[in-house]
């Protein structure tokens, strides 16, 4: 079995992965609070955990992935009053709109959403067993949790008791015995849904549920925690204080892997900041192979500006490879086994793509690598396929069965029927009418939009070099009846799609 590497947050550096049991991956993802529809911070966090789950498998691993629903919040009660329906009819719906997109995107769901509501008596008994090992107190129908009880509380966060006593503050009608402490159980506030409990009607609160299913359904020392880097702190360490005080076990989980921010104009998007953009709106200006693509362009851990200009990236690197995959799935090989001098240096080539693609995705999931080698490969296919034509049967086989590979690891679907923001084929249709207009020569085969803007691009500058203004603005404004807008800046053109 091959080796993953990956950066493990509480060990702060990149750690080779050893599982519990070998031969089996075990994570814990946490997941949506239905409050409201979700954000594309969440599409890339499913995306990422979706794409890691994939690399563990196609390395021989069997892999059970689990990721919560909080149905019960304060938000999600607020909401429903709002909304004029009960809480849990309002968890239910944005659950339900949640899964709808997550399908639509392609991504495979884990194997269990559980939900808190379902896991009541669970948590009560872990309550009861952190009050029993002294990590707990009750408070007039409240129950906290200790923090100076956790001799390790902030290990995974590397934050010091003292400093974080300095922002804590006991909010009025908190019951707490210490500012650092927080509630594993509220007591009931009247009209709001409550649960029987040792210490009256209440409900738990929001970190309990996720230490408690993790355990339950993936034992004690699972081996991968995962969620939003926004939840390192207090989430996670929360999560870290109360299970190890329930099995008075450590550790906990063996890592834990954590998803960069999603910006908006280089703000962290947040329901809570109001900058959000919502998976469903983003689905209907881009494919979900465009979306992938975007989100696996940039590592899982670093941060992610969603802006047109990136997506517009990301669709012209998609159409390149749709183009290619439709020519290749297009020729019809010979039928021999025999090869040309050029296919046998192909073949060579191909293959040791393909060893580089799968260490690429075992160190630290570097999915940006992972598409280099996608484009180095095609790139090379398309160039022998100029030069002769077809390939023979047994390199198309091969080279067939490492491209089906690749986006069946990254999770494409149909790559090469990708729908783009405008019609890729009536573009370049009207883009080469064009050209001739210009007295542009467009090579004949897969010359996609990026290709052919390029080359007004060129054309352009090299009017405005002779000082042609009058051709070069006839360039650009015959191109924005394209709906393509150029944009000069420090010397350099670049251009982006207008929708129509
Ligand atoms: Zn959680």
Redo the contacts with the bound molecule.
Sequence with gaps: MNTIYFHDTMQGKKVEFVPRIPGEMSM?V??LTTSNDSHVGHARTAIVFDVIRRIFRKNGYNVTYIS?F?DIDDKIIQKSHEENITPKELAEKYMHRYIDVIQKMHISEPDMYPKVTDHIPEIVTAIETLIENGYAYESSGDVYFHVRKSEEYGKLSKRKLDDLLSGARIVPGEKKKDPLDFALWKEAKPGEPSWDSPWGKGRPG??I??SVM?LKYLGNHFDIHG?GQD?IFP??EN?IAQAEGITCEKPFCRYWIHTGWVTLDKVKMSKSIGNVFRIKDALQQYHPNVLRYFFLATLYSSPLEFNVEALQRAEKNVERIAISMRRFKTIVPRKTTERTEIENQLEEFCVTNHEEFHSQLRDNFNTPAAFGSIHLTLRELNRILDVQGTISAAVYEKIHLYLTEYFETLGFVDIENTTFLYDTEELVESLTNLAMLFELTIPEDQASVDDIVSLFIEKRAHARKNKDFALSDKIRDKLQECNIILEDSLGKTSYRLEKQ
């Design positions: 814990y946490c997941g919560n909080t929001w970190h549920e996720c993790a969620g939840l989430h996670h999560e």
